[in-house]
Nanobody
Framework: QVQLVESGGGLVQAGGSLRLSCAAS????????MGWYRQAPGKQRELVAR???????DYADSVKGRFTISRDNAKNTVYLEMNSLKFEDTAVYYC???????????????WGQGTQVTVSS
């Protein structure tokens, strides 16, 4: 069984900062891409940022220059540093990881339970 456990969400004033963490645990061979998605009320889930195992990153235009994604492969953990937060960043943030459990299973996507980020204006 594979689990992604997120932490670090909360309530912050506009202009403030938060750091999200997501740790993968369980039995698996390797983790490929990891990323963060978010879903605001009434909206579709959208990609925020993602990072390859080698460290290549990609960001949504709305967060470029404010958010930084990083990962620690030894700890199977991905981070999202969020600075200069805006009201419109308010959403549930989900961790995603493409994980290879066995050579026979092939890589599959796993999701965390979500963590609420609320930015007050």
């Amino acid at each position: 069984q594979v689990q992604l456990v997120e932490s670090g969400g909360g309530l912050v004033q506009a202009g403030g900062s938060l750091r999200l963490s997501c740790a993968a645990s369980g039995s698996f061979l390797s983790i490929n891409d990891m990323g963060w998605y978010r879903q605001a009320p009434g909206k579709q889930r959208e990609l925020v940022a993602r990072i390859t195992r080698g460290g290549n990153v990609d960001y949504a235009d709305s967060v470029k220059g404010r958010f930084t994604i990083s990962r620690d492969n030894a700890k199977n953990t991905v981070y999202l540093e969020m600075n200069s937060l805006k009201f419109e960043d308010t959403a549930v943030y989900y961790c995603n990881a493409r994980i290879l459990r066995t050579m026979l299973s092939g890589p599959n996507d796993y999701w965390g339970q979500g963590t609420q980020v609320t930015v007050s204006s």
